[in-house]
């Protein structure tokens, strides 16, 4: 069994994410007691037997193209104090990826004042969230020697909401639209001039976070 867990925690994000391999169970709590924050989570099974359940909200997933590999859900904020439950349960030769996060309303003005670590944690959830939505596989994934695959319409689709003034297009409309506008018109034009070159050019995942890091000038 192998687990690794990372948290951040700002005043205006929190991020906790889990990479399990092997036998794993998790019992995670998920505090809806903030009127301003949304909850957003990432579900990944990468290999063998995973089995994600979520205990509270009915919410849609936002995922396309992955059956119930990847699992997308962005939740507004409560009107009133509840408890939801991720639980996880992954059988020996799995492996998978989690993401929980809580962006609060004054997030997106604060972006670019957080350290270099929580920086690379936002911008590997925008990237990877808004792949998700669209069909591409996460940049984690990606092989030795690999670069990003995008259709046509996959990338006009990121370059509409990521790229332009405002957030227009497909990925304008429900809760995605509503992630997207947590993250201000600069975040979004960073990461997806740092997704470009990850297609022309291969770059280690953590090398693409750090690259949309440095640019938001968080990094050093």
């Given amino acids: 069994m192998f687990l690794q867990r990372t948290e951040i925690r700002e005043s205006t994000i ?3 994410e889990f990479v399990g391999e092997g036998r794993v169970e998790i019992d995670e709590r998920i505090l809806f007691d903030d009127g301003d924050s949304h909850i957003v989570l990432l579900l990944e099974i990468l290999a063998g037997d995973v089995t ?13 193209g992955f059956g119930d590999r990847v699992r997308l859900y962005v939740m507004p ?3 009133r104090a509840y408890d939801a439950f991720l639980e996880i349960r992954a059988r020996g030769g799995s492996r998978f990826r ?3 996060a809580r962006i609060g309303g004054a997030f997106v003005g604060a972006a670019n004042e957080l350290p270099c ?3 690379k944690q936002v911008c590997k959830l925008l990237i990877s969230a808004v792949l998700a939505r669209v069909g591409i596989p996460n940049p984690e994934d990606l092989a030795p020697g690999d670069v990003l695959q995008m259709t046509a319409e996959q990338s ?16 304008a409309e429900g809760p995605i639209g509503t992630f997207l506008a947590l993250f201000a018109e600069n975040v979004r034009g960073i990461v997806w001039s740092t997704l470009q070159t990850a297609q022309q050019v291969f770059e280690l995942p ?9 640019r938001l000038g968080c990094c050093p």
């Fill in 156 to 171: 006009q689709h990121l370059d509409e909401a990521l790229g332009h003034a405002g957030i227009h297009g497909p990925l």
């Fill in 206 to 214: 953590d090398r693409i976070y750090a690259f949309a890091c440095e």
């Fill in 14 to 16: 929190e991020v906790r």
């Fill in 52 to 64: 994600f359940t979520l205990r509270g909200p009915d919410v849609e997933n936002l995922a396309q």
């Fill in 77 to 79: 904020p409560a009107r």
């Fill in 117 to 119: 670590r929580a920086c």
């Fill in 98 to 100: 989690a993401i929980i």
